[in-house]
T-cell receptor
């Protein structure tokens, strides 16, 4: 699996936007970019995914660089409930021998009241 | 709709014993994956099942095994438990074995080996 690089930690204030970066310089053409987050004492939660175009859903937005070597997860207005570890993961959609998620260390997001 | 259900939530076992964990995926989901999470190693993939067949396996010893039933429910078994097996074991389900969409995780089973 192609590797992703994320900052270990980031801090934000409540109700402010948060931009969580992810570098994936070895991404292949069939790799989707997925973001998951893990709140304390819970399993990971799917946030958003994309291939080439920017994506929006009710939880967040995903901005993908034109060369696809980096992406940014955007939380438009952080709340205390958004404090979690955020994982950026690449998934090869054409993998035929099954599929797995390769988690890195992720970014610990702290949201200050 | 009901999420991914893992049972039990907490478990304490003694070294040398064996343990079986259960996972019920979201209705209609045919792919079930298992992950181990420890403070030192983070989240690591154990194996994936699709339509009762193991399609992918992580780098874990043979003491770790699993199976999937015809109703897509899955179990994982760890034999001859070691202290290092203490971890949060997470199950995730998705519609297909390899699609571009997301997995839904359960809340996990916290296994403590003493």
């Amino acid at each position: 699996d192609a590797k992703t690089t994320q900052p270990n930690s980031m801090e934000s204030n409540e109700e402010e936007p948060v931009h969580l970066p992810c570098n994936h310089s070895t991404i292949s053409g069939t790799d989707y970019i997925h973001w998951y987050r893990q709140l304390p004492s819970q399993g990971p939660e799917y946030v958003i995914h994309g291939l080439t175009s920017n994506v929006n859903n009710r939880m967040a937005s995903l901005a993908i660089a034109e060369d696809r070597k980096s992406s940014t997860l955007i939380l438009h207005r952080a709340t205390l409930r958004d404090a979690a570890v955020y994982y950026c993961i690449l998934r090869d959609v054409e993998e035929t021998s099954g599929s797995r998620l390769t988690f890195g260390e992720g970014t610990q997001l702290t949201v200050n009241p | 709709k009901a999420g991914v259900t893992q049972t039990p939530r907490y478990l304490i076992k003694t070294r040398g014993q064996q343990v079986t964990l259960s996972c019920s995926p979201i209705s209609g989901h045919r792919s079930v994956s298992w992950y181990q999470q420890t403070p030192g190693q983070g989240l690591q993939f154990l194996f994936e099942y699709f339509s009762e067949t193991q399609r992918n396996k992580g780098n874990f010893p043979g003491r770790f095994s699993g199976r999937q039933f015809s109703n897509s429910r899955s179990e994982m078994n760890v034999s001859t438990l070691e202290l290092g097996d203490s971890a949060l074991y997470l199950c995730a389900s998705s519609l297909h074995a390899a699609d571009s969409y997301g997995y839904t995780f359960g809340s996990g089973t916290r296994l403590t080996v003493v």
